[in-house]
């Protein structure tokens, strides 16, 4: 992570002045892969490593507060989330927007990579809620009516899995995103993020004439390489929640949010940059700093790659990757941070 441009980008981006950073780690982020596998060695002593530390969870995160999306052009990819997906642009500036659902605190930052931004993999996409079963044939139909109109280059479903029934459609910025109904009988089967994410749902004439109405941004999803050892990450380091899951996957959560994330195990992997991450608030300035030298001690046994901290009055924040080389924010503000971060 190049601190000086960390500093200056930070005071413009976010409207500060005066940033310091505090020293990470010097490694460069996935130095030692081959882009489809984590680094070597990384996993190899986290079970011991972790619980040498101290107390865990090393991190108590208030809340899972933003996720951090990379399309191609803003001008192509906004259409769909406020067009297709019921959510509002509340911020947006030189390279960055804030999207938000109506009915989710959770916002997502989606930065502007450029025509030579990535294709993301299917197992590293957003999905948004809707409250019936019938609305996803509606929604799969209104999007193959209109996929020329908003650049979709694939359209997926509807199809059946576990307890949800989706449609994916992939967006002009080369991510996949879902939208899903989610069995709302499966909380009988210990899958509490079957409850409803809304407390009032979006009414019909809010998101007129398609069929279907998202009514949350409910989750998103990564990947992992061995789920027993990752859940011990991120519950004893992280400080996450397994809210659900199957015999294959994992959901995490922090705190009371409903919205959550999917990780699925995999052997062969795209690795994603930083500019694709999730954020974690802490309460304050003072426990990231204390997160950022016990997650320190975790360097080559948990943790692959941890950023300097950029600090900002009262406020801040670093990234690291984890042992699968997901990349994370760690930060006490509650305003998102526009930084792609490469």
């Known amino acids: 992570m190049r601190t000086a441009s960390c500093v200056r980008s930070v005071s413009s981006l976010m409207g500060g002045t005066g940033y310091t950073a505090r020293a990470g780690s010097e490694v460069p982020a996935c130095a030692e892969n081959d882009g489809l596998h984590p680094s070597k ?12 530390v101290g107390a865990m969870p090393l991190l108590q995160p208030e809340s899972l507060s933003h996720g951090h999306y990379e399309c191609r052009l803003l001008d192509e990819t906004l259409p769909v989330f406020t067009d297709l997906l019921a959510s509002e642009v509340v911020r947006r500036d030189d390279g960055a927007a804030v999207v938000r659902h109506p009915n989710t605190p959770w916002t997502l930052v989606v930065h502007e990579g450029g025509p030579d931004a990535p294709v993301k993999p299917h197992a590293n996409h957003y999905g948004f809620r ?15 009516e209109h996929r020329e109109r908003y650049g979709l280059t694939l359209i ?6 576990h307890f949800a029934y989706s449609v994916y459609i992939d967006e002009p910025g080369g991510n996949t995103i879902e939208i899903e109904h989610y069995n709302p009988r499966a909380a009988l089967h210990g899958r509490q993020i079957a ?15 398609r069929g279907y109405v998202p009514q949350a941004l409910s989750h998103g999803t990564m990947q992992c390489v061995d789920k027993e050892t990752s859940n011990r990450f991120y519950t004893e380091v992280l400080g996450l929640n397994i809210v659900g899951g199957g015999n294959i996957s994992t959901y995490i959560g922090a705190a ?12 062969e992997r795209t690795l994603l940059r930083p500019v694709n991450r999730y954020a974690l608030r802490l309460a304050n300035r003072a426990d ?15 943790v692959s790659h941890l950023g300097d901290v950029c600090e900002d009055g009262s406020d801040a924040w670093f990234v690291l990757s984890d042992l699968d080389a ?8 509650a305003e998102p941070n526009l930084l792609a971060l490469g």
Request: aromatic share 8%; proline share 7%.
């Open 256 to 267: 009371d949010d409903p919205w959550y994330i999917v990780v699925l195990p995999a052997t």
């Open 156 to 161: 997926d479903g509807p199809r059946g899995s």
């Open 130 to 144: 809707v409250s019936e079963h019938t609305e996803i044939d509606a929604a799969a139909a209104y999007l193959q």
């Open 195 to 209: 409850a409803p994410h809304w407390s009032e749902p979006l009414s019909a004439e809010r998101f007129p004439g």
């Open 288 to 302: 990231v700093l204390s997160a950022h030298d016990a997650l320190g001690r975790l360097m080559g046994s948990g």
């Open 326 to 333: 997901n990349w994370w924010e760690v930060t006490s503000s």
């Open 41 to 52: 060695g990384v996993r190899s002593t986290i079970c011991a490593a972790v619980l040498e």
